[in-house]
């Protein structure tokens, strides 16, 4: 067991990977870099989500800072936030800490950003978790255009502006908060915003890949982006409903106005008013009877919550395999 001292000194960087070894080659020597001259002592813990192929051994060579490197490795693949659920988890169950880098291994969360969380964490007294506000990003305008769309949609259907990402660093004492929301197996994220724990954000410019290319393709970004909405399904099922119901209220006051003009004032209505106007009120009446049935079944998982736990996720864990340790 580490002494206290060294607990105070110790930052996990928790790094989720799926066959990006040869990012993470190049990542880890600069990570070893930002911390010449703090008094941290970083820890890798990569999370393999079920690779393809093993990290190479040179991966944990020529590092001055990092004392240790170990792999955590999966039964199988189940994804980028899941994975980092499981870190998160087994990090709080068995390497106490000081606090927690998350950030992906593609080099897209720069390393020489973490001093920046680290003194953001520091000026608020380890109270709250920091993360990684993008100010500006690298990827092309298709994608741009998308993610506003993404952010638009989230916004409208759930309230609340997320403009981050996984690069974030969380105190230890937060991590049981963390990692006991159920949320956190769907969007690591999302589930510290709906959690409303302790927040704080650094403006930081998203970098660009280190290697090869993105496997965020458009399928995928729609599977993370309703990810990220799932943890809000309660306020979604609700805003769909009252949504529905003030647009059956339009529906129904158009089409009385529409009626009352052609009996009462006698002024001749087009035929196709009235079957648009039918056809209209099935579909309100359509999205209600969604909108209800998603409501109701929101409220009926939340009584399944209590069944979570970390000890879920570390069901998914393989073996925990050493690749350096430096005393």
Same mark, same amino acid.
């Given at each position: ?138 990827? &092309?305008? @298709? ?5 506003? #769309?993404?952010?638009? !949609? ?5 309230? %609340?502006?997320? =403009? ?113 106007? &039918?056809? @209209? ?5 359509? #999205?209600?009877?969604? !909108? ?5 079944? %929101?409220?009926? =998982? ?26």
């Amino acid at each position: 067991m580490a002494d206290e001292t060294s607990l105070q000194n110790r930052i996990i960087i928790c790094i989720p990977v799926f066959d990006d070894w040869d990012c993470a080659i190049e990542l880890l020597p600069r990570i070893d870099n930002v911390f010449s001259g703090m008094i941290y002592r970083p820890e890798i813990l990569f999370v393999d989500d079920g690779s393809t192929q093993p990290p190479p051994k040179e991966i944990a060579l020529r590092l001055e800072r990092i004392t240790k490197v170990g792999v955590l490795r999966l039964i199988r693949n189940v994804g980028h936030q899941r994975a980092i659920a499981i870190g998160l988890a087994h990090i709080y169950e068995n390497v106490p800490c000081r606090a927690v880098v998350v950030m992906d291994g593609d080099g897209e969360d720069s390393p020489d950003h973490i001093p920046r969380l680290i003194e953001r964490l520091e000026a608020g007294n380890f109270g709250q978790i920091v993360f990684a506000k993008r100010s500006r990003r690298t990827e &092309g305008v @298709l994608f741009k255009v998308l993610y506003w #769309l993404y952010r638009w !949609a989230h916004y409208a259907l759930t309230n %609340t502006k997320i =403009r981050v990402g996984n690069f974030s660093i969380i105190p230890y004492e937060l991590l049981p908060d963390v990692t006991s929301t159920a949320e956190v197996w769907n969007h690591y994220a999302a589930s510290v915003f709906k959690a409303k724990l302790p927040i704080d954000m650094v403006p930081l410019e998203r970098s660009r890949r280190l290697h090869g290319k993105s496997k965020m393709n458009l399928p995928a970004l729609v599977t993370h982006g309703l990810s990220a909405m799932s943890v809000f399904s309660d306020i979604v099922g609700a805003r769909l409903l009252v949504a529905s119901v003030m647009a059956g209220v339009v529906l129904l006051l158009t089409t009385s106005v529409v009626l009352s003009m052609q009996f009462f004032a006698g002024l001749a209505i087009p035929g196709w008013t009235t079957a648009g106007l &039918g056809i @209209l009120m099935l579909l309100v009446l359509q #999205l209600f009877v969604i !909108a209800l049935f998603f409501a109701f079944a %929101t409220l009926q =998982r939340r009584s399944a919550i209590d069944s979570f736990s970390r000890k879920q996720c570390l069901q998914f864990v393989r073996c925990y395999e050493e690749l350096r340790s430096k005393t």
